[in-house]
Nanobody, 119 residues
């Protein structure tokens, strides 16, 4: 099993910045993918940013140029820096990781934290 503990987030004014972090504990040796998703009221879950074990990253169009994510494999931590936030970024943000086990990928989720951007 893998446990994820998230921190950061909260309330920020439009144009401001926030930092979120996520630490994985438990069976973390094989984690090869760490990501951030978010869900705004009435909308589907959206993949915001992902980081592979080799450090390569991908971002949603909505996050490109404003959000940056990085991981520290030694500390099993992934960080999300969010800049120039707008009200459209208001959502619950979740950390998620994947582990390959026996040809399958198991995905684990953090508890999620509300991020609210006030205009």
């Amino acid at each position: 099993q893998v446990q994820l503990v998230e921190s950061g987030g909260g309330l920020v004014q439009a144009g401001g910045s926030l930092r979120r972090s996520c630490v994985a504990t438990g069976n973390v040796a094989d984690i090869n993918y760490m990501a951030w998703c978010r869900q705004a009221p009435g909308l589907q879950l959206e993949l915001v940013a992902s980081v592979r074990r080799d450090g390569s990253t991908n971002y949603a169009n909505s996050a490109e140029g404003r959000f940056t994510s990085s991981s520290d494999n030694a500390k099993n931590t992934v960080v999300l820096h969010m800049n120039n936030l707008t009200s459209e970024d208001t959502a619950i943000y979740f950390c998620t990781v994947r582990r390959p086990i026996g040809g399958y990928h198991f995905q684990y989720w953090g508890q999620g934290t509300q991020v609210t951007v006030s205009s």
